[in-house]
């Protein structure tokens, strides 16, 4: 058995039917009455010695007569017996007696027994019905009440039951019990030194007289009680009892305390037994900590502090992670760590666990950001100024911080787009074109961005020299054919114009510019005119082809629909659409703090997919996932920390509306 007791001050011990502390008298220091009444249909203690010719009943109605019309030899008496409890002696008792001896003869006696004999203590007569006290018995070990006919009785002296009777309307004994309970205790031993919430001890007594009441054990002003259960009225406690008892320390302030322990008996406070134990420690205050963030919120390893306090059994142990990798610690008041590697930009959980020599423990965790700010280095570009038709391309592009996306290296040339047949390794993009550079300048320009959404951008020129004209060749004289007496010249066929564009080209939140290439008779057509307009006829956009015949128009936003393109007499036809938005959707709404959440949404095919999430104020990177080749993507993300989280899509310049997350 175990009792668990807030701490309490010492109360005083309950009146229970049986042990009265305060009836008929005053109960001394080691003393306890016992009652026996007339009503009362318990029978222990209570015994009847009935002799023939006499009558009486004990239990529920303590009554003895002599029965009418009943001759009744002489010395004849009935006897109501009253025990006390084994191990205790009677004081004094108090014996009320309702009586009516009419007959001569018949006498009502209080008797005491002293060494196994009874002795009379006092005689009660009354020919009418009277009622009287008699207090007597010290030093017995039992009381008796008897009716006794001293002389015979004839048949016919008697011819009413009621005649002769006593009835004991109580009995009180106030006994003594003269030994103290037996008590042993074992406490619970402390490793450290230092104890924490409940704090137990195994206590066993046993007692001879009137049985163990309670068990008391106590840290100072804390005491925690084993009441032993009610017996009988001559056991009123059972002679043994044993449990272990704790008390929660909780509410006592940290320090050290003296023990008690005690073991009381059925006669109250009277005979107490009490051992003194060893002083025992208490703290139940847990670890102070403070947590501080990084202060260069672009440091790939900030330097992160735990402030710890511990004013009572002082630190023990630290454990420390970030984003659930372990970092080893040393404990101590002012303790500084850093990650075991480098942060990737974004927000990071550090948790931790600091417990005391008692064994309190403080667990917490706070969220950080890490995010870069500096834009991608772009330089050792070439070539620039003069260049040949095979030249290559080259731009050195690094990012010390958060490093280069991927498929965060974009290259044009003249306006075109022409990443796709670039390559980018060991830090440079290289391009070369696969049909060579055509004569007169060209613009390039290189963009980069890194994993925190920084963007450098660089342009520079080179330019190839026309190649030099071939000496003309003699124009062979026309042929003739003589038909008759005059001649007719060969046909000449007329110039054949194409063009060549796509079948489609997509228009996003920026302007986009249409390749055009003007063939000839198979070779390109510099100089021509090319114009482009829409279904219903209004002008778009118009230029001139250069010496590749390609010309570059440019399509102002929200151009969409078939574009209708002309040069010379020559026209195709290309359709203009929209380029797919960025769009970003939530599985759940509200989860649980640590708990992730799945997001998805679309892009365009292939695209790098930046999910972003807003950090004082400004949008931080928090992981890249890859849209498939039907624009879909998904990604778990895990919301670390209670609180509300904006996020948001990104694929270049493009953004999808921020959702509002919430962990609880």
């Known amino acids: ?183 042993r205790v074992e406490p619970e031993a402390a490793g450290s030194g230092w104890l924490r919430g409940p704090v137990c001890a195994a206590l066993g007594a046993t007692d001879v007289g009137l049985g163990v009441d309670r068990l008391e054990y106590g840290i100072g002003a804390a005491v925690a009680t084993l009441q ?68 260069d919120s672009a440091a790939r390893l900030p330097e992160l502090r735990l402030a710890l306090a511990d004013g009572a059994s002082g630190l023990d142990r630290v454990q420390v992670a970030i984003g659930g990798i372990p970092v080893v610690v040393t404990p101590r008041a002012d303790l500084r760590f850093a990650p075991p590697q480098p942060l990737q930009d974004g927000l990071h959980l550090v948790t931790w666990q600091v417990a005391d020599a008692a064994g309190n423990q403080a667990a917490g965790q706070a969220v950080f950001a890490v995010r870069d700010d500096v834009a991608p280095a772009i330089d050792d570009v070439a070539p620039v100024g003069p260049a040949t038709a095979e030249a290559q391309l080259r731009a050195r592009v690094q990012d010390p911080g958060s490093g280069i996306a991927v498929d965060g290296v974009r290259v044009a040339v003249d306006g075109v787009d022409m990443t796709a047949a670039a390559t980018f390794a060991d830090g440079y993009l290289r391009l070369r074109h696969p049909l060579g550079w055509g004569p007169g300048e060209h613009a390039v320009a290189v963009v980069a961005h890194d994993r925190s959404g920084n963007r450098a951008q660089t342009a520079w020129t080179f330019s190839v020299p026309a190649p030099p004209a071939p000496p003309a060749a003699p124009e062979p004289a026309p042929a003739s054919v003589a038909v008759g007496d005059g001649a007719v010249a060969p046909p000449v066929d007329p110039p054949v114009t194409s063009i060549e564009v796509p079948e489609r080209v997509r228009v996003g939140g920026v302007r986009r510019t249409l390749r055009v290439r003007v063939v000839t008779d198979g070779s390109p057509a510099s100089g021509v005119a090319v114009v482009a307009t829409s279904a219903a006829g209004g002008r778009i956009a118009a230029a001139v082809t250069d010496g590749e015949g390609v010309v570059r128009l440019p399509l102002p936003r929200g151009t969409a629909g078939s574009l209708r393109i002309t040069a010379l007499e020559a026209e195709a036809v290309v359709r203009a659409v929209a380029a797919p938005r960025v769009e970003l959707r939530s599985a759940a709404r509200r989860v649980a703090a640590g708990a992730s959440v799945r997001l998805s949404g679309s892009a365009p095919s292939g695209a790098s997919v930046a999910i972003e999430a807003r950090v004082r104020g400004r949008w931080v990177a928090v992981v890249r996932v890859e849209a498939d080749r039907r624009g879909a993507f998904a990604t778990p993300v895990r919301l670390p920390a209670r609180g509300a989280y904006a996020v948001r899509a990104r694929v270049g310049g493009a953004v999808s509306d921020s959702i509002r997350l919430t962990a609880d």
Do not use: H
């Not at 043994?240 to 305390?257: K, M």
């Open 228 to 295: 032993g259960p009610e017996g009988s009225r001559l056991q009123p406690r059972p002679t043994a009892l044993e449990g272990r008892l704790c008390v929660d320390t909780a509410q006592l302030p940290d320090g050290a305390y003296g023990t008690t322990a005690a073991a009381i008996d059925g006669t109250g406070d009277g005979n107490r037994t009490t051992l003194a134990g060893a002083l025992v420690r208490v703290d139940n205050t847990p670890p102070s900590v403070e947590f501080t963030g990084p202060v």
């Open 1 to 183: 058995m175990t009792t668990v007791l807030r701490v309490a001050r010492r109360l005083p011990l309950l009146l229970v039917p049986l042990i009265v502390l305060a009836v008929g008298g005053e109960a001394r220091a080691g003393e306890a009455l016992i009652r026996y009444e007339q009503a009362s249909p318990d029978p222990s203690g209570l015994s009847a010695q009935i002799a023939p010719g006499l009558a009486g009943c004990a239990a529920g109605c303590s009554t003895l007569r002599v029965p009418a019309w009943v001759a009744v030899p002489a010395r004849r008496q009935a006897l109501l017996q009253y025990a006390a409890p084994t191990g205790t002696q009677i004081v004094d008792a108090q014996v009320r007696l309702r009586v009516r001896t009419r007959q001569a003869g018949v006498v009502a006696k209080v008797q005491g027994r002293y060494g196994g004999r009874w002795l009379d203590l006092a005689r009660v007569r009354s020919e009418q019905q009277a009622t009287r006290t008699v207090t007597a018995g010290r030093g017995a070990s039992a009381l008796a009440v008897a009716l006794v006919a001293e002389s015979a009785i004839p048949r016919t002296a008697v011819r009413a039951d009621g005649e002769n009777a006593v009835t004991v309307e109580s009995v009180v004994l106030r006994v003594r019990d003269a030994s103290p309970p037996e008590l």
